[in-house]
């Protein structure tokens, strides 16, 4: 008899072991998709992990139930990655396999239910009962949600399992196949026809007008066979009329599978020859990559490192291999997927969340398959694909912290997790910014990764020239309009009559645009959570960032019940008013999360902007990475000291990034570009080195305070969050739990602390962190910690306790 190891896409701890039913044993092996059930009745879509034949002991086994689809096997090292970092992460297994697999190919089950063989007496029935029974239908099943949703009840099961007792119904679990092939339906002749038998089909037909025309139509196209819709729009006829012609047997339909990833067509244009410094740079690499696995480029805003990758793709795929792209954002791929469709046409896979769930199945189905495409252009989740001999990663601007996920579990980081995959598929990897983040930075200078520069931009155009505006005096002076300085104005306004283009940044960290009393001063909360509701002034509701709660038509103030709530701080919606005012005649866009909502907008707004149809681009964190922009002579920073004073140890390395980055986006091509950042707090070291702009100096001078203080890249962090309704219940438990820490680490346990939003949902919150030094095993240390976190949630005292852990946390 054969057992297999499955891993369960739910938050429970470890593998179970499950029999191979003799009928599946050849089709269930390692990596396989298979369906089982799990706790009670439900079934679920697992991942074999071990084959083996040691009988469990202690329960009954029971059996595989169906392998989903044949052709689907994750390979030895995919799955070894998943447990890799549900293990680094502190995940469940089945927590990443929930990350990892598409929706789709995720099957899950669901009650069915169909008439029973009692016979029913109606008086004994509540109305429901009776509704639920004449609903019914004998032979046929009705998935629980149906039934819900006829009745108009939440949750029917109470309803169900009474009925079931009584024998009046009868219950099921099964499970819809929901990933659908996309089929297109063609038209041909149903048999082949004489010509002779075709005026006499003709003639029969004259009387039905609309039939006789489709069928000249068809005869008249000469084709053999056409798609469905195009023929029935160049024919003018209706649906309907061509399904006579098929019922009398002269044409036919056929429905044919097809795909929805198109064509794989070769690209059109030769890469770019490179400079000289790009060619010196991707020598440089080479070399690296012949003694170390992980090379750093460092090369200023507008080198054109993406050239360097471009041609190093070119090198991995004509070696037969394939590369992973990653980019930290969506919004960033738009241009991207342009500049290498032109050299690489469609060869390229694209994968993000953000696109619809079946095209994401398909990538992987083609990825597994025999022509998987040789790049794949994504964001941190593509990490997930199949890979059959991935040679190459691209990590494009490393620094960025959206790499890291923050909800739900597992909390990876995409940078380290791409090494980790690299790693296991002997491939490389070429991590990429103008400002490296200080984990990979010291890990050049420990000589573990390899460190390539490029020092000047492409075509020696000059860095931007660099100015700070100080808010505080003109305030003072009373110069200020709105969150405009005199400068930015000026400026501006010279941009404009230059014909150039504009970018205003304004952070998005602790600025959104929220509502205060005019009278007590009170902020408008969100209800559940501890934090302020942002406003929205297009649709004139406040929505949540943490639970996703909305609320509208609030004028009154909750508070004090006498002032009114007025619109506070600047938010991009805000910005984007006031410039309309100052410059009537410009025209202007806006790019934040709630544009990037919607794809077709993202893309409308950049497109517009590289043609130059808008003059202004008016955007948080999104307008600072990446994108290039030709015309752009002027970045103006709208408040830089909300980034800086953020209270958090890796605020002035984060300011400095998107300082550098922000202006990175000016005067990419032809003249030297401007930058001007707003500040009350002008003296404040992070402005003084980011006008310096020696990387170095500003590296050399606070990797001496972290190493100080012990803050990474000098040692690793581990945050632990506790979360629960009754603030008095976390607090017992966070302190029973950091005195427990303390016997074992001592004073690498920081905390607790109540982190500024200390509360989402109603949940209270308190956090801690602990620190770790390299020498010390951090796989130890880890499950010290587990054991201790489970011990405090099978605690009586704490029951409805939430644990979080986040390795390498990121604010
Ligand atoms: P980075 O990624 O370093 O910010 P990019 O690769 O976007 O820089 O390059 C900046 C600009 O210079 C782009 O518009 C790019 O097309 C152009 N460029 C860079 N290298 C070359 C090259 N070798 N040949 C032609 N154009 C180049
Ligand atoms: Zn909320």
């Not at 050849?26 to 369906?35: A, D, N, W």
């Not at 995720?106 to 009650?111: A, G, K, V």
């Not at 155009?461 to 002076?477: G, S, T, V």
């Not at 404040?684 to 990387?695: A, C, L």
């Amino acid at each position: 008899m054969k057992f297999a190891d499955i891993i369960i896409p739910l938050a429970v701890e470890g593998v179970f072991t499950y029999a191979v039913p003799v009928a599946l044993e050849e089709k269930v092996g390692e990596g396989k998709l298979v369906i089982v059930s799990f706790a009670g009745n439900k079934k679920y879509t697992g991942v074999v992990w071990r084959i083996h034949e040691k009988q469990p002991v202690g329960y009954k086994v029971k059996n595989i139930e169906a392998v989903t689809d044949d052709r689907l096997q994750l390979s030895g090292v995919h799955l070894q990655f998943l447990f890799w970092m549900a293990e680094y992460y502190m995940a469940y297994p089945g927590e990443v396999l929930r990350a990892a697999l598409p929706v789709v190919f995720r099957l899950e089950s669901f009650t069915a239910v169909t008439l029973g063989d009692t016979e029913i007496d109606f008086d004994d029935l509540t109305d429901n009962g009776q509704a639920l029974l004449r609903f019914l239908r004998p032979g046929q099943y009705v998935a629980m949600r149906e039934i819900e949703k006829y009745l108009g009840i939440k949750n029917g099961m109470g309803l169900v399992k009474s009925m079931l007792d009584k024998g009046y119904i009868q219950i099921k679990e099964t499970i819809d196949e929901i990933f659908r092939e996309k089929t297109e339906k063609w038209i041909l002749w149903a048999r082949p026809y004489a010509e002779e038998e075709l005026s006499g089909i003709l003639d029969a037909l004259r009387r039905a007008s609309g039939q006789y025309k489709m069928l000249c139509r068809w005869i008249e196209a000469g084709k053999e066979q056409m798609e469905k819709q195009h023929f029935l729009k160049q024919s003018g006829g209706s649906a309907a009329i061509l399904k006579s012609l098929c019922e009398k047997n002269i044409l036919k339909i056929e429905e044919r599978k097809v795909s929805r990833l198109g064509e794989d067509k070769a690209g059109e244009q030769q890469a770019n020859p490179l400079s000289l410094q790009q060619e010196s740079a991707i020598k440089q690499i080479r070399d690296y990559f012949t003694s170390k696995d992980c090379v750093l480029l460092r090369g200023v805003t507008s080198s054109g490192k993406t050239e360097v990758y471009i041609h190093l793709i070119r090198e991995y795929i004509s070696r037969g291999k394939q590369v992973l792209y990653m980019l930290p954002e969506i919004a960033l791929t738009v241009q991207i997927i342009r500049r290498l469709r032109r050299v690489f046409g469609d060869t390229i896979g694209i994968y993000h969340s953000g696109m619809p769930d079946n095209i994401r199945a398909e990538l992987w189905k083609k990825q597994s398959g025999p022509k998987p495409y040789p790049v794949i252009l994504g964001v941190r989740s593509s990490l997930f694909l199949p890979f059959q001999k991935l040679g190459l990663v691209i990590v494009d601007e490393e620094h960025d912290p959206s790499y890291k996920q923050k909800e739900p579990a597992p909390r990876y980081h995409g940078r380290d997790a791409a090494i980790m995959l690299a790693n296991l598929c002997g491939a490389k990897v070429l991590l990429g910014s103008a400002t490296p983040s200080f984990e990979s930075y010291y890990n050049t200078k420990t000589g573990k990764y390899g460190y390539v520069q490029l020092t000047s931009r492409y075509g020696d155009i000059r860095m931007p020239e660099l100015l700070l505006a100080d808010l505080a005096e003109y305030r003072r002076k009373k110069l200020m309009k709105g969150v405009f300085s005199p400068v930015l104005i000026q400026e501006m306004q010279r941009t404009l009559n230059e014909g150039n283009q504009i970018i205003l940044f304004q952070n998005r960290r602790g600025y959104s645009t929220y509502l205060q009393c005019d009278c007590c001063g009170s902020i408008l909360k969100c209800s559940h959570c501890d934090v302020s509701m942002t406003y929205y002034k297009q649709r004139d509701l406040l929505s949540c960032r943490y639970c996703g709660s909305i609320k509208r038509n609030v004028s009154l103030c909750t508070e004090c019940g006498k002032g009114h709530y007025r619109q506070k701080t600047p938010g991009t919606e805000r910005v984007e008013e006031e410039v309309a005012a100052l410059f009537p005649d410009a025209r202007i866009a806006r790019m934040d999360l709630e544009v990037m909502s919607s794809k077709a907008k993202y893309h409308r707004v950049i497109h517009d902007f590289e043609e130059g149809k808008t003059n202004i681009l008016v955007g948080t964190q999104m307008v600072s990475k990446g994108l290039d922009f030709a015309n752009v002579k002027l970045v103006g920073v709208i408040d830089a000291d909300s980034m800086v004073n953020f209270p958090d140890f890796r605020s002035e390395e984060r300011a400095y990034c998107m300082l550098m980055q922000v202006g990175g986006r000016s005067g990419r091509k032809g003249e030297q570009g401007k930058v001007i950042v707003q500040t009350a707090d002008p003296d404040n070291r992070v402005y003084r080195m980011v006008m310096n702009g020696d990387y170095d100096v500003f590296y050399t001078e606070i990797a001496a305070e972290r190493e100080q203080f012990v803050y990474p890249p000098f040692c690793r962090l581990i945050q632990v969050e506790l979360r629960h309704k009754e603030v008095v219940v976390v607090r017992n438990a966070v302190n029973l739990l950091v005195g427990r820490l303390r016997v074992e680490l001592g004073r690498r346990v920081w905390g607790p602390a109540v982190p500024e939003v200390s509360k989402i949902g109603e949940m209270h919150r308190v956090q801690l962190l602990i620190k770790i030094e390299y020498k010390v095993s951090l796989s130890r240390i880890k499950s010290f910690l587990k054991e201790e976190l489970s011990a405090l949630q099978s605690d009586k005292g704490f029951t409805g306790l939430r644990v979080y852990c986040d390795v390498d946390p990121q604010n």
